[in-house]
């Protein structure tokens, strides 16, 4: 019975009915807080552990305990179930009693039954330990009087008490509530009537003298933003114009592919297409590209990435995204460095 036990205490913390095929089920019932017998204690929630011999079928979740647990099959977990019932009836016939440790003792009561009796102080729910019974003492209502002196004697004044109700004490705060709305609404706000009027002028719109355009003709755009010792750098998107320009004469004077793309194998950026875990995906990958497209492999961390063409900087890597056919064809392009 020590190969079960285990088992069986162990699903005994975790649900509220567990069945030993040919044996009989142990059920679990919870209590919650209660008063004791005698009325002078507060009693936490616990868990009690019976026994039903008459659940006998096999519900699978003991067999899957031990089945996980010895690293075998589910139907030698059935036959070491069995065994194991079998010893244990045989020591409750022969003994008169038969005890699985940390669960509780079956005893025979001489009439072919056995009667269950579970350990005291037995551990059935992880939430409840450290729990215990508060003591508590009944409230009794003593009204104590004072013996009655002569308060001339003493020279003590005559206390009169005047009851007032809590409503007065409400009526008073609404009316402080109103008195103080009333202040603030009958305070008189000083209103600029210029800045609601509406106007159809053009608002005048300035900027700094270095940052307007010599002359209006044409669609130039100027660009002022900070610069770091605090004063203003102005962009020209003509210069830009002609930078963008420039990395495209770059692109077109280098190694071109036969679709119209850079791939110099000196440039540090590269535009790959695809990542595949071995090297026989990624010829695969290029051979089904077809011979109209030029794709290299690049060897990295352990990854061969395809890759349609590079450059010798990131702007200059990416350039071919531009392109709506290109963009079309690898929507998930990115640029790698080498």
Not at 8 to 25: E, N, Q, S
């Amino acid at each position: 019975m020590n190969n079960i036990s285990e088992h069986i205490y162990y699903l005994t913390r975790r649900h509220d009915c567990i069945v030993v095929p040919g044996w009989g089920a142990f059920v679990s019932q919870y209590h919650p807080a209660r008063l004791g017998d005698e009325g002078g204690e507060i009693l936490p929630p616990a868990r009690s552990l019976g026994f039903n011999p008459s659940i006998t079928h096999n519900d699978g979740m003991l067999a899957s305990s031990v089945s996980r647990r010895n690293g075998i099959g589910y139907d030698n977990a059935v036959e070491l179930i069995a065994e194991e019932v079998n010893a244990l009836r045989h020591q409750l016939e022969s003994d008169g009693e038969v005890a699985i440790p940390r669960v509780g003792v079956f005893r025979s009561n001489g009439e072919g039954t056995a009667i269950f009796e579970p350990f005291a102080g037995i551990d059935t729910s992880s939430e409840f330990i450290g729990l215990k019974a508060v003591g508590v003492c009944p409230l009794s209502a003593k009204v104590k009087h004072a013996p009655e002196t002569d308060s001339e004697e003493h020279g003590h004044k005559d206390v009169i008490y005047l009851p007032i109700s809590r409503n007065i004490f409400k009526v008073a705060a609404s009316l402080l509530l109103l008195i103080g709305l009333g202040f603030v609404l009958s305070t008189p706000l000083v209103v600029d009537d210029s800045v609601l009027q509406a106007s159809m002028s053009t608002p005048a719109v300035t900027m700094p003298e270095d940052v307007r355009p010599a002359s209006t003709e044409g669609l130039e755009l100027f660009i002022a933003i900070p610069s770091d010792n605090g004063g203003v750098s102005v962009i020209d998107t003509v210069e830009c114009r002609a930078e963008a320009a420039e990395i495209v004469a770059d692109i077109e004077d280098g190694p071109m592919t036969a679709d119209g793309l850079r791939i110099d194998d000196n440039d540090s950026y590269c535009l790959v297409v695809a990542s595949l875990a071995s090297r026989e995906l990624a010829e695969e990958y290029v051979a089904a590209a077809g011979i109209g497209q030029q794709l290299e492999i690049l060897e990295k961390d352990g990854r061969f990435r395809v890759y349609a063409a590079t450059g010798t900087t990131f702007s200059q890597a990416v350039l071919p995204l531009q392109d709506l056919a290109f963009a079309a064809e690898y929507p998930g392009a990115w640029v790698c460095r080498r």
